[in-house]
T-cell receptor
Framework: AQTVTQSQPEMSVQEAETVTLSCTYD???????LFWYKQPPSRQMILVIR??????QNATENRFSVNFQKAAKSFSLKISDSQLGDAAMYFC????????????FGKGTKLSVKP | DAGVIQSPRHEVTEMGQEVTLRCKPI?????LFWYRQTMMRGLELLIY????????DSGMPEDRFSAKMPNASFSTLKIQPSEPRDSAVYFC???????????FGPGTRLTVL
């Protein structure tokens, strides 16, 4: 079975500092996609960043970037210049070529941002 | 774009009652997904449709759950009869094709007493 593991149930960061959230996945597929979603207290699931497995270059979206280590099956999210509005649950998710749309989610990491 | 629309946002019902959750996907998206989120099990895919056709319903927990998509702009998830263990947040998401990012609705928080 495909799995996604987030080993940090909770993380904390000081405002304006940088934090890295960890994610590992397990697959034998060669064609897959990886995502980070943010879920603030409003419950809305918001896509933060996306990475295609065939791309070697790490994806970046403004203050958010990933460290994609394909051989290690690792997909961490780095948030730079953390802001109070970044406080939320963060979910790592994978989508495999053979899954026909089945997103597999990790259990999530709750990020707190201290002023 | 209004995004994915779900209704109701909150539903409180009594055990044994029928519950219907509704979803309007983003216009032009051809894949629609229903998820359930609980503290114990996290986010689970219940069922998804492609071009209005159910593709995989292996995540539907029991025969009490059913989902329909009569057209490209509307889907329902029905629970009949509802039970307290069905209490959860139910999300609908849509995407353009299987392998593109899924856009989530705001969710429906269901409480079954």
């Amino acid at each position: 079975a495909q799995t996604v593991t987030q080993s940090q149930p909770e993380m904390s960061v000081q405002e304006a500092e940088t934090v890295t959230l960890s994610c590992t996945y397990d697959t034998s597929e060669s064609d897959y996609y990886l995502f980070w979603y943010k879920q603030p207290p409003s419950r809305q699931m918001i896509l933060v960043i996306r990475q295609e497995a065939y791309k070697q270059q790490n994806a970046t979206e403004n203050r958010f970037s990933v460290n994609f280590q394909k051989a290690a099956k690792s997909f961490s999210l780095k948030i730079s210049d953390s802001q109070l509005g970044d406080a939320a649950m963060y979910f790592c998710a994978s989508l495999y070529g053979g899954s026909q749309g089945n997103l597999i989610f990790g259990k999530g990491t709750k990020l707190s941002v201290k002023p | 774009d209004a995004g994915v629309i779900q209704s109701p946002r909150h539903e409180v019902t009594e055990m044994g009652q029928e519950v219907t959750l509704r979803c309007k996907p983003i216009s032009g998206h051809n894949s629609l997904f229903w998820y359930r989120q609980t503290m114990m099990r996290g986010l689970e895919l219940l069922i998804y449709f492609n071009n209005n056709v159910p593709i995989d319903d292996s995540g539907m927990p029991e025969d009490r759950f059913s989902a329909k998509m009569p057209n490209a702009s509307f889907s329902t998830l029905k629970i009949q009869p509802s039970e307290p263990r069905d209490s959860a947040v139910y999300f609908c998401a849509s995407s353009l094709g299987y392998y593109n990012e899924q856009f989530f609705g705001p969710g429906t928080r269901l409480t079954v007493l």
